[in-house]
């Protein structure tokens, strides 16, 4: 397969107005990323990342460039909403269940993933001076330590709330991750309709399989990235995340973003705050 899939002439910006994703962080960017990309042909464009300085409700930071879609973590706020209307974009949301997130989030800090392309967070001697449980805590509850700053899981839970609330009024593609994982090529055809691109089977077939964990870590690898590439398993925080843990994500859920779990249910995203007690 190409870069670009056979029906690639159907998607034109200029027409349909532009691809704009934003993604929760530890959610599967990469991941929909590579697909956007080999459904379209377009480049991803990211914002040049400011430490401290990138505000993710500002609607400033979303630009477009031809031959590229943008993808960031921004909220849709109402400013970015009305930016998204006004240019007449195609927004994807893609979002995951919240526990598990917490888990990816935490081995992002403690793994200092990403530090071969210079993007690691270097925190990994910090979160091994606190131990995991410790660690885990100051993911959901936020800090404001010297060496690590934080504002915690309820910043990603209102993000989700807001995508929702934005997609119940204006059309958008609502990308869960464990769907991605588990029925790709159900998702792959669900997006490719949004983006209102003909997938031929043969493309969509090797979409499926260029876009598995073990293909793309292996690409990975052969650019030294490979540390971005942990299997994040659905379910995981099964086996990572205390009563206590649990009970304080689910007090950040009714504090930071009340209305998530009916807006989640209504779109049919019951998945999403799905939790399992540790063992």
Known sequence: MSNSVTA??????????????SSVFKSGTWLLRFIVERLTGLSCYEPPIKA??????????ISIKAGHFYSWHFIPSSPVQEKLIRINARPIFLMRNIYDLV?????HFANNIDHEIGRGANKHGYFSLLGKDAGIQKIITGCDDTEFKWRGI????HQMECMFQ???VFPCHLAGYEDIVSNKEKSIRALAEFLDISLPLNDLDELVRSSGFDAMKSSALKQNKASHFRQGKIQSHTHELSLKHIQEVQECLE????KLAPLATRAGFNSLLNESMAQ
């Open 154 to 157: 309820g910043h990603h839970l």
């Open 255 to 258: 504090k930071y973003a009340p």
């Open 103 to 107: 888990v990816s989030m935490y081995y």
């Open 8 to 21: 690639i002439e159907s998607v034109s910006q200029s027409e349909t107005g532009p691809i704009i994703m």
């Open 166 to 168: 934005f997609a119940s």
């Open 52 to 61: 401290g300085a990138m505000d993710p409700t500002d609607p400033d930071l």
